[in-house]
């Protein structure tokens, strides 16, 4: 059983910057890949990033690729979404997920959730 707890959220300006932070509890959290996600209002959850248990793969959606950074930290079980040049259209909860597979953008393959962060951003 993996906890995990998203920090970090909140309301920003356009083209201002924050930070989420996705810390893991329980056994073997760090051998896990672990994923962000977020939904807005009305839309489905989509995938945003994710990063191996070594930390060596990274992927990235498409539209947040040159702005949004994942990282983890094993010592500390916890990951990290750096955003920059946060949009109006980034507005959402984003959720911390946790996967035993290499690599993944779906949503079935995670089996672990965090309750989730409200990032809101003010054009």
């Known amino acids: 059983q993996v906890q995990l707890v998203e920090s970090g959220g909140g309301l920003v300006q356009a083209g201002g910057s924050l930070t989420l932070s996705c810390a893991a509890s329980?056994?073997?959290?760090?051998?896990?890949?672990m994923g962000w996600f977020r939904q807005a209002p009305g839309k489905e959850r989509e995938f945003i990033a994710s990063?191996?248990?070594?930390?060596?793969?990274?992927n990235y959606k498409d539209s947040v690729k040159g702005r949004f950074t994942i990282s983890r930290d094993n010592a500390k079980n916890t990951n990290y979404l750096q955003m920059n040049s946060l949009e109006p259209d980034d507005t959402a909860v984003y959720y911390c997920?946790?996967?035993?597979?290499?690599?993944?953008?779906?949503?079935?393959?995670?089996?672990?959730w965090g309750q989730g962060t409200q990032v809101t951003v003010s054009s």
């Open positions: 997920a946790a996967s035993a597979r290499l690599r993944s953008g779906l949503i079935n393959d995670y089996n672990y």
């Open positions: 990063i191996s248990a070594s930390g060596g793969i990274r």
């Open positions: 329980g056994r073997t959290a760090s051998s896990f890949t």
